[in-house]
């Protein structure tokens, strides 16, 4: 057995029968054990999606390489392991960035594709997927497909947010976006209840990027922040700074205490109802890859994040009564980000986005009762027509999956035989 293996949450931790790290496409990968095969990246899945416990997994942050670029159309193809960070770094020197990109650029693409991830765009560009123009992959018979809307089109939409188990993604050729400047104006804004966030977020159809922060002292209050990039070359284009604070081992920082506290001084910090401020996109989308480890201010027992989703036509009756359901004194977070999804569909047969509000809170890790009341909250997000994100999932329940993902079904005839996760194990009935 290999040594304890973790998501970026922390919890939980758990063995492996031998984790191979890839190097090349065609190293050798050993599918004829008995036992099955994960793909992993970095890890930065805060729940057991990227976790094969007492099995393997196949580490793929090595397949790191740039292969094509069309300069023209902004198309880019790369191995599965490469970072956003690293295509960045590629793509803004050549005035282009990426089309979607989540809280943090230290994930993998082929991580990016298997989550789907989604970010402060949504409402413009939908979800990482719908950038996807095609990828290869590779099955454990030994077949390699190149997959997309017109060939391989099942294996295509089941593969997109399909948490690594319809096969090994080796190559992704995805779409970015025309960037002449790498500056962001942007604007915050106060809001002191949900029906202002609301207000707000319909406001601001002509902001390309939009996310608000939510006080848990006061559920109703929080920032509200929105961009665009510069489009002139007024500010210079360059990329964002190396220095970075370094937590090396386990703080017991969060409490109760120090999240209010935390949060109190937070809402407090911005003194009149708007600002204007033109940002860097490093600290505009990546506030916190400033800080190395950031997950161990939580300690040594890990955390959980909580993310759902409902629909428009749910948040008044549904919204406060699942943010109250979660939150207490005990039970408070400093990290609450509320924002909205628009209309574009997602690709995956398994993606998480939907039109509606999501909202994205972490816990430290505490035991039954926070169990217990993320077992209460998935109710009420499936009575209001939601879901949770597995990538962000170390707890759900078999029943709550299967309300919130009814085409698990038909993902599971994709699912390749030698492909499984401590997820897919805890969930799924097959």
Not at 241 to 256: A, C, G, V, Y
Not at 286 to 305: H, V
Request: charged fraction near 20%; glycine fraction near 6%.
């Amino acid at each position: 057995m290999t040594d304890f293996v973790s998501s970026f949450g922390n919890y939980p931790k758990v063995q492996h029968n031998n984790i191979y790290y890839l190097n090349w496409l065609d190293d050798d990968i050993n599918f004829s054990d008995n036992i099955s095969i994960l793909p992993y990246g970095l890890g930065k899945s805060y729940g057991d999606s990227c976790l094969n416990s007492n099995n393997n997994l196949i580490v793929t942050r090595n397949l790191n390489r740039l292969i094509e670029f069309d300069n023209e159309n902004g198309q880019l193809t790369v191995e599965s392991g490469i970072t956003l960070e690293e295509c960045l770094e590629f793509l803004i020197p050549r005035g282009w960035f990426l089309p979607v990109t989540p809280g943090t650029k230290l994930i993998t693409v082929g991580g990016a594709l298997a989550n789907d991830v989604h970010g402060k765009n949504h409402h413009k560009a939908g979800s990482f997927g719908n950038h996807v123009l095609g990828f290869e992959l590779l099955r454990s018979d030994g077949t390699l497909l190149w997959c997309s809307e017109e060939i391989n089109s099942d294996l295509f939409f089941a593969s997109i947010g399909g948490i690594g188990l319809t096969g090994l993604i080796t190559k992704i050729k995805f779409r970015n976006i025309r960037c002449n400047s790498t500056y962001i104006q942007s604007e915050s804004i106060k809001f002191k209840s949900l029906e202002e966030f609301l207000d707000l977020s319909n406001e601001s159809e002509n902001f390309e990027y939009s996310v608000s922060w939510l006080d848990t002292n006061n559920l109703h209050s929080g920032i509200f922040s929105r961009g665009n990039f510069i489009r002139d070359d007024s500010y210079p284009s360059i990329l964002h700074s190396r220095k970075k604070i370094n937590i090396p081992f386990n703080l017991d920082f969060i409490n109760p205490l120090t999240v209010k506290t935390f949060n109190t001084l937070y809402y407090s910090k911005q003194f009149e109802k708007k600002s204007k401020n033109i940002i860097h996109y490093d600290s505009f989308f990546y506030p916190l890859d400033k800080i190395n480890n950031w997950n161990k201010f939580y300690g040594k027992k890990g955390f959980l994040q909580y993310q759902f989703v409902i629909p428009f036509e749910s948040v008044n009756k549904y919204l406060s009564k699942i943010l109250k359901s979660i939150t207490s004194f005990t039970n408070s977070s400093f990290l609450t980000v509320i924002k909205t999804f628009g209309q574009i569909k997602s690709k995956g047969l398994m993606s998480f986005p939907m039109e509606g509000v999501t909202v994205a809170i972490d816990f430290k890790f505490t035991g039954f009762n926070l169990l217990k009341r993320l077992d209460y909250a998935d109710k009420l997000v499936a009575e209001a027509g939601g879901r949770v994100y597995i990538a962000k999932d170390a707890r759900m329940s078999q029943k709550a999956f299967m309300s919130f993902y009814p085409n698990h079904i038909h993902f599971s005839k994709f699912i390749d035989n030698k492909f499984s996760s401590d997820f897919w194990r805890r969930v799924s009935i097959l």
